[in-house]
């Protein structure tokens, strides 16, 4: 039984819910110039435009119908980590990033030779056409690059090494 990818989306920091990747594919939206988009939910019309966005930390600061509003998306991964408690410790040094998902490489965010922190973005890996940014767990220096952009990855792959 294959379980469906949801995200946790929090809004203006006092309003949370959960959509399914399946829930965001199937919205109607289409593009209406650089950064803007018209939208149609439960019949009524929005337009939506992105103001701001860190694909690091996730967030998006949009305008919608004249109204700003800032956006976190929490995935999979990020949902696991804050589970597991791992996002309020300090940092700790990492060895290697592994590919979590299999996937296409958008882009690499780091050269070897980096220093890196946690949370600094490494790589943007595309999955179920869904954009991932893979952070750093914690912090170390770019040893090697074992990908480059455009190239398909399987779960598990080593796609960063760390010293």
């Known amino acids: 039984m294959m379980t469906q990818e949801t995200f946790q989306i929090s809004v203006n920091d006092n309003h949370a819910f959960s959509f399914s990747a399946d829930a965001a594919q199937a919205l109607d939206s289409i593009p209406n110039g650089d950064q803007l988009f018209h939208a149609l939910h439960h019949g009524k019309a929005f337009q939506v ?20 509003y800032t956006v976190k998306i929490a995935d999979a991964l990020d949902q696991l980590v804050q589970k597991l408690g791992l996002g309020a410790h300090g940092s700790h040094k990492i060895n290697s990033v592994k590919a979590p998902m299999p996937g ?31 952070k750093a767990g914690g912090e170390g220096v770019v040893k090697s690059i074992n990908v480059e952009k455009g190239q398909a990855v399987d779960k598990g792959h080593l796609l960063i090494e760390m010293e």
Request: hydrophobic residues 50%; without cysteine.
């Open 49 to 68: 435009e992105i103001l701001e966005k860190n694909l690091a930390t996730q967030t998006y600061l949009l305008r919608v119908n004249g109204a700003r």
């Open 104 to 134: 296409l490489v958008l882009q690499v965010m780091v050269a070897p030779g980096q220093a890196v922190q946690k949370g600094d973005p490494l790589i943007i890996l595309e999955a179920m056409k869904m954009e991932n940014v893979l």
